[in-house]
């Protein structure tokens, strides 16, 4: 199948079967696109939380109490993976000399003006969007593009999922103690395969024409 017919063929999948469990060799390939998903300055201002087990999900759970999210509930408990992507509220100078650090041990620097000049370009980014008051909505939108990739990733290997956003997002920062680490969460998906009761499955793909959407200039 190529690249074409996956996004065609793939959906947001509304009922998992319990019964079935993504492989350890497929777990490490989803792992490995949302460690490697790009960011905006290389920023990587994520942390991933995997449940894969009842005392996970039941804590995940926490955020979905509340009437007006129940119908996000049977996703997580049936899901064989639930991942909740959580942002930085900021990046502070910890989080940004990680960073630097990392891309020093992978070599990323040729010589000490050009790692100079990237650390400069990166501080000027994010000083940017502090200035603006928008850094953690900009933060915040870097998730996506991991959750973009891990969405593609799951559908080139026959898995299906879905990207929840309705969820208590105090609750669930609380339960997983997120305020302590500086984060918040931002989406949660539900991963697996489908149960015969996935009306979505059937259901044929909707999406606007092509001449609306995209424009080649």
Do not use: H, V
């Given at each position: 199948m190529n690249l074409t017919e996956i996004v065609r063929n793939r959906h947001s999948c509304k009922a998992f079967d319990p019964a079935r469990r993504i492989?350890?060799?497929d777990w490490a390939h989803l792992k490995a696109v949302l460690v490697n998903a790009p960011s905006a300055v290389n920023s990587q201002p994520w942390r991933f939380i995997v449940?894969?087990?009842d005392e996970g999900r039941a804590r995940i759970l926490k955020g979905m109490t509340a009437p007006?999210?129940?119908?996000n509930e049977p996703k997580v408990k049936n899901a064989s993976h639930t991942v909740v992507l959580c942002a930085r509220k900021k990046?502070?100078?910890d989080h940004l000399n990680a960073v630097q650090e990392a891309e020093?041990?992978?070599?990323?620097?040729?010589?000490?003006d050009i790692k100079a000049m990237v650390v400069n370009m990166?501080?000027?980014g994010v000083n940017a969007y502090r200035e603006k008051?928008?850094?953690?909505e900009w933060l915040a939108r870097q998730v996506y593009i991991a959750l973009g990739l891990l969405l593609l990733g799951a559908a080139t290997l026959g898995i299906d999922a879905c990207a929840l956003e309705g969820f208590d997002v105090e609750a669930l920062d609380r339960e997983l103690g997120l305020g302590e680490t500086g984060h918040t969460a931002v989406v949660v998906v539900t991963l697996g395969y489908r149960a015969p009761d996935d009306f979505n499955a059937a259901l044929p793909k909707s999406r606007l024409p092509e001449a609306l959407v995209l424009t080649e200039i």
């Open positions: 492989s350890a060799a449940a894969q087990n007006q999210f129940a119908y990046l502070d100078a020093d041990q992978a070599g990323r620097y040729a010589s000490s990166r501080n000027l008051g928008t850094e953690a």
